[in-house]
């Protein structure tokens, strides 16, 4: 399984960024998808969470009424809705699979990590 995290850039503050996370590799696992993302000296801070069936979704303090995650099962992809976003935003994104179906808040239970995407949010 590879997971391919896209839709990075550099926007102003107030803009917002769609991400994607495509899951490719044939898997007929279920999976839950997460969201992480690092700043630079920072640990991994947790963004977002959808669980298998789309029914559960939980956030990060910091992004709650921000962000808004999604997934799209047909296409075996992920989605990151970003808007109002402010300069603290500004990290490597990373999206992840958890095949337990959990929707876990800490990085180390998820199984497969895509390679990150960079978003610069400018004053």
């Known amino acids: 399984v590879q997971l391919q995290a896209s839709g990075g850039g550099t926007v102003q503050a107030g803009d917002s960024l769609r991400l994607s996370c495509e899951v490719s590799?044939?898997?007929?696992?279920?999976?839950?998808i997460g969201w992480f993302r690092q700043a630079p000296r920072k640990e991994r801070e947790f963004v977002a969470v959808i669980s298998w069936s789309g029914a559960v979704t939980l956030y990060g303090d910091s992004v709650k009424g921000r962000f808004t995650i999604s997934r799209d099962k047909r296409k075996s992809t992920g989605y990151l809705e970003m808007s109002s976003l402010k300069p603290e935003d500004t990290a490597v994104y990373y999206c992840?699979?958890?095949?337990?179906?959990?929707?876990?808040?800490?990085?180390?239970?998820?199984?497969?990590w895509g390679q990150g995407t960079q978003v610069t949010v400018s004053s």
């Open positions: 590799g044939g898997t007929n696992r279920d999976y839950a």
């Open positions: 992840a699979v958890d095949f337990s179906q959990r929707t876990q808040v800490v990085p180390n239970p998820y199984d497969v």
